[in-house]
């Protein structure tokens, strides 16, 4: 068989999103790290670590990642690589905290 069914996380935002997430709480085992680069509990808190972590993977293989070549060969993925920093960490904010305004 060769259909494979869209992973949980396809937009590159909320890949990134659930990245920082995931980051954040490895920092921190016993608690939540609370700081500017994961400001409060996200969308993505309320799911076990280890699901986060197989999201990404599943995110990744989906999108191309290249390790050798360090990009995806996804072209959404690559506009949003592509994107001035600013407007990435906004998109990523969305992606983690869609309930606030801005
Ligand atoms: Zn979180």
Redesign the pocket.
């Known amino acids: 068989m060769t259909t494979s069914s869209a992973p949980m996380i396809t937009d590159p935002a909320a890949a990134a999103a659930a990245g920082k997430?995931y980051i954040?709480?490895n920092r921190a085992a016993d608690k939540l790290a609370i700081d500017s680069f994961?400001p409060g509990?996200?969308e993505?808190?309320p799911y076990p670590i280890a699901k986060i972590a197989g999201w990404l993977a599943d995110f990744n293989r989906w999108a191309g990642w290249t390790p050798g070549e360090g990009r995806y060969t996804d072209p959404e993925v690559q506009r949003f690589v592509a994107l001035p920093r600013p407007e990435q960490r906004a998109r990523t904010h969305a992606a983690?905290y869609p309930k606030a305004d801005s």
């Open positions: 997430c954040a709480r994961h509990p996200c993505w808190c983690a």
